[in-house]
């Protein structure tokens, strides 16, 4: 079983900066990937930034040049420094990582319970 405990969401004013870490814990045997996805009221669920085991990212055209996604193999964990953020960067940020678990089978997604992010005008 592979959990994903999110921590950093907050309030913060228009310009500032947030980060956010998200460790993955359980019966893992690799991370293939984790990124961050996120969701404002009233729309859908959408891509933000991941990055792999081998340490290539990938970044949402709204937060490029903003926002850095970074890893720690050794500790299962992913990271999402977020700078000059907007007010149009306000909602719930999951994380979520695809991972084998020791049980031998495909990998997996899981998602982490969400962190409400709120940037201030």
């Not at 991370?31 to 340490?55: C, K, L, Y």
Request: proline share 1%.
């Amino acid at each position: 079983q592979v959990q994903l405990v999110e921590s950093g969401g907050g309030l913060v004013q228009a310009g500032g900066s947030l980060r956010l870490s998200c460790a993955a814990s359980g019966s893992i045997f690799s991370v293939d990937a984790m990124g961050w996805h996120r969701q404002a009221p009233g729309n859908q669920r959408e891509f933000v930034a991941v990055i792999t085991r081998s340490g290539s990212t990938h970044y949402a055209d709204s937060v490029k040049g903003r926002f850095t996604v970074s890893g720690d193999n050794a500790k299962n964990t992913v990271y999402l420094q977020m700078n000059n953020l907007k007010s149009e960067d306000t909602a719930v940020y999951y994380c979520y990582g695809q991972i084998k678990s020791k049980m031998g089978d495909q990998a997996s997604s899981y998602w982490g319970q969400g962190t409400q992010v709120t940037v201030s005008s």
